[in-house]
């Protein structure tokens, strides 16, 4: 069984940073895309930003320049680095790996969520 967890969430004020991490577990071949998503109360889940297996990175027009998202392969785990935070970043943030496993093949996880939230 593949587990997705992810930590690094809090309380901060504006303008402060937050580094998220998320370290998948299990019996994984290898892992394709891993990405960041953000679901806001009332709001509909939102790609925040996505990294490839081979360094691509793609990233929501809100968060380009403040956000920087990166892996580690060795160590199976996906980051983002969340710097000049706003109160519009509050948000449950989630992680999400394509993956490749040993029994199942293709899988597509997420995590349980960390809260992010960024007061004024």
């Known amino acids: 069984q593949v587990q997705l967890v992810e930590s690094g969430g809090g309380l901060v004020q504006a303008g402060e940073s937050l580094r998220l991490s998320c370290v998948a577990s299990g019996r994984i071949f290898a892992i394709n895309t891993m990405a960041w998503y953000r679901q806001a109360p009332g709001k509909q889940r939102e790609l925040v930003a996505s990294i490839s297996s081979g360094g691509d990175t793609n990233y929501a027009g809100s968060v380009k320049d403040r956000f920087t998202i990166s892996r580690d392969n060795a160590k199976n785990t996906a980051y983002l680095q969340m710097n000049s935070l706003k109160p519009e970043d509050t948000a449950v943030y989630y992680c999400?790996?394509?993956?490749?496993?040993?029994?199942?093949?293709?899988?597509?996880?997420w995590g349980q969520g960390t809260q992010v939230t960024v007061s004024s």
């Open positions: 999400n790996m394509i993956l490749i496993t040993l029994i199942n093949g293709r899988l597509d996880v």
